[in-house]
């Protein structure tokens, strides 16, 4: 955690196996809770990167209400990156016009606990003219603070697409 109690959390989704992209996509439509939607294919593995800036030790990580293993892939003085995965299998495809919620909750020592909540819509494995027709999603930025070492806010959420803030 930065002096004044202030750091950055960067999620970052991607397919595997290859790491190939993740899209998302403004919504047209005030039905739904948030603006943007993540679009993700049913029966496929992701690749969650999560980087704290400056360093942070994650100890508790849950995508979906599952506990999941992140794994400290990079740390410096700057910064700290952790990988983890999350599967879709058996996650059914989204019905027309709907949108699910993806839960993220971490603990992060000395600062509490974060969490987010990714507005997602699933498609068929097959269905991948869908599923890749948007804004290539580089990265989500989040701005936190911590409140007395026990519950972390997201002051700003940024999703960053192609190099473009929106």
């Not at 993540?38 to 979906?64: A, E, H, M, N, W």
Request: glycine share 8%; aromatic share 8%; proline share 4%.
């Amino acid at each position: 955690m930065g002096a004044d109690g202030h750091f950055r959390v960067t999620l970052s989704l991607k397919k595997e196996p290859g790491a190939g992209p993740v899209f998302c996509k403004m919504e047209t439509s005030a039905r739904f809770r948030q603006l943007k939607t993540v679009k993700l294919s049913c029966d496929t593995t992701y690749r969650l990167d999560i980087s704290f800036k400056p360093p942070q030790l994650l100890q508790f990580l849950s995508i979906g209400g599952k506990q999941v293993e992140a794994v400290e892939r990079a740390r410096n003085t700057a910064a700290c990156a952790y990988s983890a995965y999350h599967s879709t299998k058996d996650i059914p495809a989204s019905a027309r016009g709907h949108r699910e919620d993806l839960p993220i909750a971490m603990r992060v020592l000395g600062s509490g606990y974060l969490t987010t909540c990714l507005q997602i819509k699933y498609y068929r494995l097959d269905d991948q003219s869908h599923c890749e027709w948007g804004a290539r999603l580089h990265c989500i930025e989040l701005d936190c603070s911590s409140v007395e070492g026990r519950l972390v806010t997201v002051d700003r959420e940024t999703y960053r697409k192609l190099g473009i803030e929106s």
